[in-house]
């Protein structure tokens, strides 16, 4: 399958707020938290359609990252079960990481629901390991929050010893 990425824009709400209320049913967001998230620009929220149908919203996910702030957190994900399990749940926090990397991140750290394997699965692949539980954490169904953190890493570069040895020539 194949899915284009935009930022999220304020007339994105509605329908992201079609699929939050649907997936996440008792733990949903309400729409005015859904519409200061994407008006802030601390905030980095991208939305999946497929090609050429903008409009047709199948996933969206959200990054809380101040600028200068070294750490991030991923705010939400969600994809529809119809576009499930081609990718597009790693693709977009794979994107989100990157944006927190830009923003200067060097943690991102997330919540998951200790009875969504299936979520805490796609963050492990990712390298996210548990850090902590937060008992009770989602409400009323009381259920434990797994606190998640990745770490972003410096890139560190070194010349192969085959380019070294060419510059060196080139050098001489
Ligand atoms: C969790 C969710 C975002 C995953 O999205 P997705 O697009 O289906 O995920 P991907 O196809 O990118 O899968 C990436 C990896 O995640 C894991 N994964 C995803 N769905 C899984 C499932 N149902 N069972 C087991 N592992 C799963 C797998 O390791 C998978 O890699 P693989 O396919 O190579 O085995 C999606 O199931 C969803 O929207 N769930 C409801 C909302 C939710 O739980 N959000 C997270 C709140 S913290």
């Not at 990745?150 to 001489?172: F, G, K, N, S």
């Amino acid at each position: 399958m194949t899915w284009q990425l935009r930022r999220a824009r304020q007339r994105d709400v509605d329908a992201i707020m079609v699929l939050e209320t649907s997936i996440f049913v008792n733990d949903a967001w309400s729409n005015g938290m859904m519409t200061r998230d994407i008006a802030d620009p601390s905030c980095y929220y991208l939305v999946a359609f497929p090609p050429d149908e903008p409009e047709n919203i199948v996933a969206y996910a959200g990054l809380l990252a101040p600028a200068g702030a070294v750490e991030g957190d991923i705010q939400t994900i969600a994809v529809a079960p119809s576009a499930r399990r081609s990718g597009l749940g790693r693709t977009l926090i794979q994107s989100l990481i990157t944006e927190a990397r830009k923003r200067g991140a060097r943690e991102v750290f997330l919540e998951v629901r200790a009875d969504n394997p299936e979520a805490q699965r796609l963050y492990a692949r990712l390298g996210f390991e548990d850090v902590g539980v937060r008992r009770g954490y989602y409400q009323p169904d009381g259920v434990d929050a797994i606190v998640m953190r990745a770490r972003i890493d410096e890139p560190v570069t070194t010349l192969a010893t085959d380019a070294a040895a060419e510059a060196t020539e080139e050098c001489e």
